[in-house]
């Protein structure tokens, strides 16, 4: 007998416009970017600082995660189809660039935008660890939206289960119940964003500690990644004989990084910024 379970059979086009289908896949992104920079906006107006940082970072944080989850799944999960040609005389240019039709790595987009928020704060004379302790309080929320999307996907969910929540992914072809692991991450991910939120807006924890926040986010959001990924099928068919899969090999560098900026930031002094791009220094600026 087939245990008890919710039968998900959701069409992953929300709706069209003409010929263009828009997909709940997208919409979530799109809702996880205008989350984040809602998020960015706050923090920048109750700190008091240039209100231009906002679009900036924002336009700098977009592309770099758009960019890096892109190249991260081509690298990560199909370099057969991408880097292994010596001579790359068959180059699928437009494979790589096609972003609707393609996959998008979640641990290639952490890289990406830390490269890009490096070259944000160069641009802007920022320190490095300012941008990323407040980063590091959207990127979970952002993070949850996306796997929403993922699940009206009906993709990137784990092995069968019995559980009474399981989900028969009728899309698929699945006739089991199987582990919902993106609500599973989800509900992971809001839990890591309340906390964070919470030393952010209700202590002085980011603006004198610096690197707790981000070593903090680092950590929890890639245990989390390590935990889940356990019970999730393999993505590609090469990952089946591994011991560690894909997904927990890329969280493990995150994990160790985040030990040591999180030791780092609890033993440095307590540093207040200064010289930032304030509000004040941007209104006189515009003045003159």
Partial sequence: MTPLAILWNPNP???SIGSLDIAWYGISWALALLVALWIFARMVKREGLNPQLVDSGFLYGVFATIIGSRLGHCLFYEPQEYFLDPFMSDFPWIKLLDVRGGGLASHGAAIGLLVGLWLFARKWKVPYIWILDRVAVMVPLSGALVRLGNLMNSEIYGDPTTLPWGFIFVQNGETMPMHPTQLYEAGAYV???????????????????????????LILLFAVRLVIESIKLPQEVWEQDMWLNMGQI???????????????????????????????????KTKK
Avoid: C
């Fill in 250 to 284: 890329l969280s493990l560098p995150f994990i160790v990084a985040g030990v040591v900026i999180l030791w780092w930031g609890v033993r440095r002094p307590a540093e207040p910024y200064t010289n930032m791009p304030t509000a004040d220094a941007a209104k006189t």
């Fill in 191 to 217: 839990l890591i964003f309340l906390l964070l939120a919470h030393l952010y807006w209700r202590t002085r924890l980011a603006q004198e500690k610096r690197g707790v926040l981000f070593g903090l986010f």
């Fill in 13 to 15: 086009i929300a709706f």
